[in-house]
């Protein structure tokens, strides 16, 4: 019975590595976010925000971040209001989000999601653990 699990999951492996590489699927890419896409409501998990206005304003409430006062531990909510830039990057997988809010320090933000769902996020826990925080597109914008 295990012989048969294991092929099943080998063969799925195979399918899908055969699929991508003859282009019958196609690769995952984050969104092409740009400056347009992000005024408007982004929420976490727990109902915390970012607000995000098309002037480079942001106010943020609850979303976890690191205070000042404390630069090693995060924080439970990271509440104020300061700035945000878009940057491009690259391309689609280097474009981030700086938010700069008195008092809370995030690194950059992330892209993530999808064009109908799109998020923005990033890497918490040790580096390379591949846990992310993630904020998605709740209101506002295109």
Known sequence: MALWGTAAVAGTGLLGVLGLTA???????????????????????????????????????????????????PSPSCPGSGTWVY????????????????GCTWPAWSVGGTAGQPRIQQEVGDPGSG????????????
């Open 23 to 73: 282009g019958l699927l196609p690769a995952y890419e984050p969104p092409a976010i740009g400056p347009r896409t992000m005024p408007g409501s982004w929420v976490d998990h727990t109902g915390g925000t970012l607000v995000f206005a098309p002037d480079g304003r942001v106010t943020a409430a609850g979303v976890g971040g690191r205070h000042h006062s404390d630069p090693g531990g």
């Open 87 to 102: 940057e491009p990057g690259r391309n689609v997988w280097t474009q981030k989000i700086r938010v700069d809010v008195p």
């Open 131 to 142: 846990t992310l925080y993630k904020l998605r597109k709740a209101s506002g914008g295109p």
